[in-house]
């Protein structure tokens, strides 16, 4: 008996110590920021297990303030959730916290932190980000690119048509796709062929940059543990594969360098190659490529499938949204960038939530917390959104809450950050932009969308998956419903006809003598029309075909 007691004291006693060796109690120290109970090694790592990161930090910040730290393994952080402090970092801060930390895939797959995501703070991504904003990513730049949008969208709304109304597609990898092929026209000149590899090769990459998942993120220091996860492994064979996909496109890749209005980004980038100013190496031109795809391709298609979600969830938004879509496009057949323009004015789910995590360069001291030299720094836009000091009702999707707000998508308020805000802040905002509106405006303008199987709107499921980039975790799977036969009754009216030039494929004609009734412009009568060939090995019309498409309508119920 007297030996199990001892057995059970020294049990007790040892359980007792490991406690209080376990649970340091947080008392608020003075100078230092408010955070939860931490365990030895791991710090407060337990508190996020379990949790998809942004919820789990914003539901510490809801306990501990907008202004916490946390210790992730070796990582000293501070998360930011408020739009006070948001403002206060990213402006009087902004340039102690220009840093990025280390992370593996900026090293393995950012070809040793040459791009601009992943780049140090200083001259080299000073002046990658200069190219990046006059020369990549400015409003000219997006605007040269408005055809290609408009006939990718356009692609895209055939093949759904193709597939059939009434029948369930998976929109997930439509708009995947949609998004990859506009993003390599625009950097390579050209759709590629190993389109879909390379997309979801840099998915790949992208997912592994999680920043909570890995013994490598937790603890930098420990280069010998880093192995252990394969992590490292599973990088650098991404690399290898997404290094012989760039190599082979700059190799076949004869520029235009003539014009600069029409030069795909590869052009600009090869441009600087030859340059004095900012020599870049091959390296430095494919990490860039990299970015293009990394920072531009998941981010755009993530929120319009977040955007369509909400709409789906709620049909008074969608009813609304379509039906001034479909009145300012009224009579036209296709939707150009001015019809759409302030029209799409709806919440943009941010799809990186913890913006791409900064480091201190030097130590600082911030309402009077001292903050010491390379502490990482999230700005948690998910809790700003969520902010109920700023926000009413801020769970609920109400995009009415930005007409004639002062309050701004480019980050000039701090209440919302989609794109951040600093000189960190995302370059590629305007692309980002005319990357979301035409495609959505497309898939809203020619189909109404219901869900499968008679579910109702509201049972549409709205979790995240964990990862950088917040993305939906189940597909989403919407059933596209349009009219398939024309009614003549006519979008618009016949009085403003559109005159279109035919498109040469064949099963592209097949599309328009279903979909559409044709006659020719100015009233001429069908045997006035020309017939005569152009020499050459294949026998062309001489004068493009014109001709005036009766409109046809779109089911609206
Ligand atoms: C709707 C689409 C997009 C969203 C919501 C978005 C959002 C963001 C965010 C939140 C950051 C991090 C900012 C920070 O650390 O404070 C970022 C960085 C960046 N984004 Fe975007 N982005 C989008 C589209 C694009 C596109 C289309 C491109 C280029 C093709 C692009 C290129 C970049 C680059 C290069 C950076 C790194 C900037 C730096 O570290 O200096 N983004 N983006
Ligand atoms: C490069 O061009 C050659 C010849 O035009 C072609 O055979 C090859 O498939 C092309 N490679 C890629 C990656 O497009
Ligand atoms: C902060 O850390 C950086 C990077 O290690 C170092 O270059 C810099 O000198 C440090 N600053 C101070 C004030 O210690
Ligand atoms: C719809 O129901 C069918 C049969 O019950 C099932 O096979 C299919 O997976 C369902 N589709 C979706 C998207 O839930
Ligand atoms: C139709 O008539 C107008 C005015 O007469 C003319 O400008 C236009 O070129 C004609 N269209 C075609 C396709 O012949």
Redesign the pocket.
């Given at each position: 008996m007297e030996a199990i007691s001892v057995i059970g004291f020294a049990i007790a006693l040892f359980i007792f110590f490991i406690f209080k060796l376990l649970i340091t109690p947080s008392k608020p120290k003075k100078n230092q920021l408010p955070e939860p109970w931490r365990i030895p090694i791991i710090g407060h790592m337990h508190h996020l297990i379990g949790t998809i990161p942004h919820r789990g930090v914003t539901e510490l910040a809801r306990k501990y303030g907008p202004l916490m730290h946390l210790q992730l393994g070796e990582v000293s952080t501070i998360v930011v959730s408020s739009p006070r402090w948001a403002k206060e970092i990213l402006t009087t801060h902004d340039i102690t916290f220009a840093d990025r930390p280390e992370t593996l895939t900026g090293e393995i797959v950012g070809y040793h932190n040459t791009d601009i995501v992943f780049a140090p703070y200083g001259e080299y991504w000073r002046q990658l980000r200069k190219i990046c904003t006059l020369e990549l990513l400015n409003t000219k730049k997006v605007k040269s690119f408005q055809t290609l949008r408009n006939e990718e969208c356009w692609s895209t709304v055939n093949e759904i048509k193709a597939l059939g109304s009434g029948k369930p597609i998976d929109l997930s990898k439509c708009i995947s796709k949609l998004i990859a092929r506009i993003i390599s026209r625009a950097t390579f000149g050209k759709g590629?062929?190993?389109e879909r590899v390379f997309t979801e090769t840099v998915r790949e990459a992208i997912e592994l940059t999680g920043g909570f998942d890995d013994i490598a993120d937790i603890f930098p220091s420990k280069k010998f543990l880093h192995h252990l996860s394969g992590k490292r492994a599973k990088l650098t064979k991404i690399q290898k594969k997404l290094d012989k996909v760039i190599d082979?496109?700059i190799?076949?890749h004869s520029g235009s360098r003539s014009s600069s209005s029409r030069e795909c980004l590869l052009d600009v980038l090869l441009r600087h190659k030859d340059e004095a100013e900012l020599p870049l190496t091959s390296d430095n031109v494919k990490a860039v490529i990299f970015d293009m795809f990394a920072a531009g391709t998941d981010t755009s298609s993530v929120v319009i499938e977040w955007a369509i979600s909400e709409l789906i969830r709620c049909p008074r938004v969608m009813k609304e949204l379509q039906a001034k879509l479909r009145e300012a496009v009224k009579g036209k057949e296709r939707i150009e960038e001015e019809d759409i323009q302030d029209l799409i004015n709806y919440e943009v789910t941010p799809p990186l939530p913890l913006l791409m995590p900064r480091e201190c360069r030097e130590p600082c001291e911030i309402n009077g917390y001292n903050i010491a030299n390379k502490t990482k720094l999230l700005v948690n836009v998910f809790g700003i959104n969520r902010d109920p000091e700023y926000w009413k009702d801020p769970e609920s999707f109400i995009p009415e809450r930005f007409e004639n707000s002062p309050i701004n998508i480019m980050g000039s308020e701090y209440e919302y950050l989609p794109f951040g805000g600093g000189r960190r802040m995302c370059p590629g905002a305007s692309m980002g932009l005319a990357n979301v509106e035409l495609p959505l405006a497309n898939l809203l303008y020619y189909f109404d969308w219901k869900l499968p199987n008679g579910t109702s709107h509201d049972e549409l499921d709205m979790t995240e998956l964990f990862g950088a980039v917040a993305q939906r975790k189940t597909k989403l799977v919407l059933v596209p419903m349009f009219q398939d036969i024309m009614d003549g009754s006519g979008l618009g009216s016949n009085k403003n006809p559109a005159t279109w030039e035919l498109p040469s494929r064949i099963d592209n004609w097949l599309i328009c003598c279903y979909y559409f009734d044709w006659k020719l412009p100015n009233d001429s009568k069908g045997e006035d029309l020309d017939m005569v060939e152009v020499f050459g090995a294949s026998v062309q019309r001489k004068n493009e075909l014109h001709m005036v498409l009766e409109p046809y309508r779109f089911s609206q119920n």
């Open positions: 590629i062929k190993e082979n496109i190799s076949n």
